[in-house]
């Protein structure tokens, strides 16, 4: 370890005064970071910490990663395997920011009306769920599980936009925090990667049967969570497996820049779902298509995921 931060140091020393330091420094702090954030990710917490106090002596103090490594060995990191006890769910930090949302050139010609305008929406930072709150989560909060497909891996659906507040009212008194449904915004912002975004069309992917369980893969039924390719900030299954409830009423989008929209209608009738399902078409896991029904319907290819303001 001591020769690693050694070699760490004598490199940033290299790099410093000549042209293009800057880039190269960044580029060292970031591969470090990437380094401690992979210990992370495989539970290894220890050597995690090792890597950061490397880190912290070169670089300064970072408050992600040490987030992150507060949480190290509390939850099961790896896409493969859930935690299967706790209703608490993984959450993804996303950095707030200007994008624009609706009907972008990447999406070609497939675009439905609504899609547009595209629109500038600037949000602020938020956290949403890594994964589609699972059927495990959801029998440790309600008690039961109305899911068509059985698993305790696999997304809850069969639930109501009315049945998914009444969960969220649950655990956030089992919790104390402050669970809800990401706003449409939130919802595409995030599918889109965020700041990280790479403009695909589907999320994290240009090709759709790496981003989602769609109709052509999904042997017509729901798969485990986190099991297809994770987007830009490592959030899976936002095209495809199941569609998410958001928490907006659906309206038609206006041209006008917005921050922190609260949906296209401040009443109304339908609540909007996005991201499409195991039986959709890939026309509808794109990540600006919109969807939306009443608040009371069920459904065997539409559960949610969860969304908060702060941690
Ligand atoms: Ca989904």
């Known amino acids: 370890m001591i020769n690693i931060s050694k070699s760490i140091i004598i490199s940033v020393i290299l790099v410093c ?37 490397i880190f912290k002596e070169i670089y300064g103090s970072d408050s992600e990663l040490e987030r ?24 993804v930090y996303v950095q707030g920011g200007t994008f624009t949302m609706g009907c972008t050139s990447e999406q070609g010609n497939d675009c439905y009306g609504d899609e547009n305008p595209a629109h500038q929406v600037t949000l602020n930072s938020y956290y ?12 440790d909060v309600i008690g039961s599980n109305p899911s ?12 109501s936009w009315e049945d998914v507040q009444d969960f969220i009212a649950r655990l956030n008194s089992l919790t104390g925090k402050n669970y809800r449904l990401p706003t449409e915004a939130e919802w595409e912002y995030a599918a889109r990667g965020g700041s990280q975004s790479r403009n695909t069309k589907y999320s994290g992917a240009y090709s759709v049967d790496n981003a989602a369980w ?11 969570v986190g099991t297809k390719q994770a987007n830009e ?22 041209s006008a820049s917005q921050t922190n929209p609260r949906g296209g209608a401040t009443s109304g009738s339908n609540r909007v779902f996005r991201g499409g399902s195991w039986n ?11 969807s939306n029904t009443a ?17």
């Open 17 to 53: 005064g000549s042209a293009g330091q800057m880039q190269a420094q960044d580029k060292d702090r970031a591969d470090m970071k990437q380094k401690t954030e992979n210990r992370i990710s495989t539970g290894e917490c220890e050597k995690a910490k090792d890597n950061y106090k």
């Open 68 to 91: 992150k490594l507060a949480a190290c060995g509390q939850s099961t990191p790896t896409s493969s395997v859930i935690p299967r006890k706790s209703y608490e769910p993984e959450m």
């Open 128 to 139: 949403i769920g890594k994964y589609e709150v699972t059927q495990a989560q959801w029998k």
């Open 148 to 159: 068509n497909f059985k698993g305790d891996n696999l997304p809850v659906e069969q639930v």
């Open 214 to 224: 769609y109709s052509s893969n999904s042997d017509s039924k729901t798969h485990p």
């Open 233 to 254: 900030l490592g959030i899976y299954d936002m095209s495809g497996n199941v569609w998410e409830w958001c928490s907006d009423w659906y309206g038609n989008y206006s």
């Open 280 to 290: 959709s078409d890939a026309q509808y896991v794109r990540v600006p298509y919109r």
């Open 295 to 311: 608040p009371d319907p069920r459904s065997y290819n539409l559960g949610f995921r969860l969304a908060s303001s702060s941690k």
